[in-house]
Nanobody
Framework: QVQLVESGGGLVQAGGSLRLSCAASGRSFSSFAMGWFRQAPGKERDFVAAISGSGVTTYYADSVKGRFTISRDNAKNTVNLQMNSLKPEDTAVYYC???????????????WGQGTQVTVSS
């Protein structure tokens, strides 16, 4: 069992930055691939970024490539999402997820956090 708690969301102007964090409880954190997804009102939950258990491999959605950076600290059981050059279209609830495989589909992740709101004003 893994419990995930996101933090760091908020309101920011376009062009600004935010850093989301996800704290995981439970054993074997490093054995899980970790992903970030987001969901805007009335839309499906979309993939943002993922990182392998070792942290060596990362994977990004085209819409955030070059602006967002995913990282993890296995000693602290945390995964972070640094978001730069934010745009109004980045506004969504952001979710942290843990899974066995490194993927971009929600079905590949077993454990989910409760989400944190990110709002980017124009």
């Amino acid at each position: 069992q893994v419990q995930l708690v996101e933090s760091g969301g908020g309101l920011v102007q376009a062009g600004g930055s935010l850093r989301l964090s996800c704290a995981a409880s439970g054993r074997s954190f490093s054995s899980f691939a970790m992903g970030w997804f987001r969901q805007a009102p009335g839309k499906e939950r979309d993939f943002v970024a993922a990182i392998s258990g070792s942290g060596v491999t990362t994977y990004y959605a085209d819409s955030v490539k070059g602006r967002f950076t995913i990282s993890r600290d296995n000693a602290k059981n945390t995964v972070n999402l640094q978001m730069n050059s934010l745009k109004p279209e980045d506004t969504a609830v952001y979710y942290c997820a843990a899974g066995v495989v490194l993927g971009s589909h929600t079905g590949e992740y077993r454990y989910w956090g409760q989400g944190t709101q990110v709002t980017v004003s124009s």
